[in-house]
């Protein structure tokens, strides 16, 4: 169930970012609602389909974006990876852990892109990515990671009940 | 018969009595009289009725105010249907205008044949610069088709499914278009940056760049049809110890504004690929 949820889940978001939340930018750095939603679900201590999730994520965005083939599947699978390393070492403060696992998660997949973009041979200048596209995206992923983390919570809650031991 | 008298000349009194004070009331000469009587009257008349006006206004006025606030909730429903309506007429507006300048632009170019799309959304990466219209293949959109608006070049079909395609824009960091300058006629390429601004590279040094340009397409190397504007030139550097001049260009098209944009589906962007000479192998 867990798994099979996610395809909508994830379309939805994809969805929403494509249409609306692209169009709302801080200097040239947008939301990514997608990767939120990962990170979100790999912080949640009860759950074990993270992976699956990040799969799923990331064909539907690979399909969707420009960039070259298997960047943003990298970007997603490294950031999914940091926040369930991460799980495990803050699980008293999940809530930390979600901001921590956002902003080294946004860093991971901006510089997988900018990367993938450069060995693709696209000029664009370092400092300018970093200041206009990499810190903004920080901030506003960082903004939208508590809403995000309370959603997701309660879909783990649901998805994954507590076993009430007698 | 003496009492007879006596009531005949009552009654002539009481006529003339009668009749003297309607003459003097016509008169006005009783007006005084007539003030003073009646004052009373007219005080105590007064007093009733306020005091019945009062109390009527007491016993009617919560359903005075039931319906006030009924008829006042319909209205302001009335009046958040008439905003709603507003808003989808002025939208409906800003899209007429929007199609209308299309159809005239089309019909300036009629060599080319167009299909018109809106724009449904953008690439969710922010270092490139994609926008997703809802046209396809289902559509007759190929691979590499110019796509422009009345304004201008706005940049080429990049990929394409049955019901959706994606254009890239001529702000995309990857665009690289063949251009030529208006009035000296000379060439360059443009470049795009994930910034919207667009850089004019390799102009020749022996080239006469003026603030104010015109930039068109080139039609060189077959990718997108000549003579379609592009942007004017804002600044240029030109050093001497380069090997060509840079310029700045402010594209024509509003890409935070884009809408609805025409596809020209009778253009095929050549491959020009066979034809470039390979160096020879060692």
């Keep these: 169930m867990a798994i099979v949820i996610a395809l909508p889940i994830l379309s939805f978001l994809l969805v929403l970012q494509s249409a609306v939340f692209s169009r709302i930018v801080l200097l040239k750095g947008t939301a990514d609602l997608v990767l939120i939603a990962l990170i979100a679900w790999a912080v949640q201590k009860r759950v074990k389909t993270a992976w699956y999730w990040c799969i799923i994520g990331g064909l539907l965005v690979s399909y969707v974006s420009a960039l070259p083939l298997g960047a943003v599947f990298i970007g997603y699978i490294l950031a999914v990876g940091f926040a369930l390393i991460l799980r495990q070492q803050v699980w008293q403060v999940p809530i930390l852990a979600m901001f921590i696992a956002t902003i080294v998660g946004t860093i991971l997949v901006q510089m997988v892109a900018y990367a993938s973009l450069r060995i693709s041979g696209t000029g664009i200048p370092f400092w300018q990515s970093i200041n206009l596209i990499l810190i903004p995206s920080i901030l506003i992923n960082t903004v939208l990671a508590i809403p995000f983390y309370a959603l997701f919570n309660d879909l783990a809650k649901w998805l994954y009940p507590e076993v009430l031991e007698v | ?282």
């Excluded at chain 2, 039931?66 to 209205?75: D, G, H, K, S, W």
């Excluded at chain 2, 994609?130 to 080429?156: A, C, E, F, H, K």
Aim: no cysteine; aromatic share 6%.
């Design chain 2, 1 to 282: 018969m003496k009492s007879t008298s006596i009531s005949s000349f009552q009654l002539i009194f009481v006529i003339l009595v009668i009749g003297g004070l309607i003459a003097l009331a016509l008169g006005g000469y009783l007006a005084p009289v007539i003030r003073v009587v009646l004052d009373p009257f007219v005080s105590v008349q007064t007093w009733i009725s306020t005091r019945y006006q009062t109390i009527q206004d007491y016993i009617t006025a919560p359903q005075d105010i039931i319906r006030l606030r009924t008829r006042n909730l319909e209205l302001e429903a009335e009046v958040s249907r008439l905003q709603s309506e507003i808003i989808d007429l002025k939208q409906q507006i800003v899209e007429t205008r929007i199609l209308s300048a299309l159809v005239e632009f089309a019909r300036i170019h009629p060599e080319y044949r167009y299909v018109a799309a809106s724009a449904i959304g953008q690439d969710p990466s922010p270092f490139v610069k994609y926008v997703i219209i809802n046209r396809g293949s289902d559509d007759d959109l190929r691979r590499g088709m110019p796509v422009v608006t009345q304004q201008g070049l706005v940049g080429r079909i990049a990929a394409v499914t049955s019901s959706a395609a994606r254009v890239q824009l001529i702000t995309d960091p990857a665009s690289s278009i063949n251009v030529k300058l208006e009035p000296s006629g000379a060439q360059a390429v443009l470049l795009g940056s994930f910034t919207g601004d667009l850089s004019l590279e390799m102009i020749p040094q022996s080239a006469s760049v003026q603030i104010g340009d015109l930039v068109l397409t080139s039609g060189l190397g077959g990718n997108f049809p000549g003579d379609i504007l592009v942007g004017q030139i804002t600044s240029v550097r030109r050093r001497e110890t380069d090997l060509s001049q840079t310029a700045v260009v402010q594209p024509v098209v509003d890409f935070s504004k884009l809408q609805i944009m025409l596809i020209i589906t009778n253009f095929r962007p050549l491959d020009i690929g066979p034809l470039v000479p390979t160096p020879a192998a060692p």
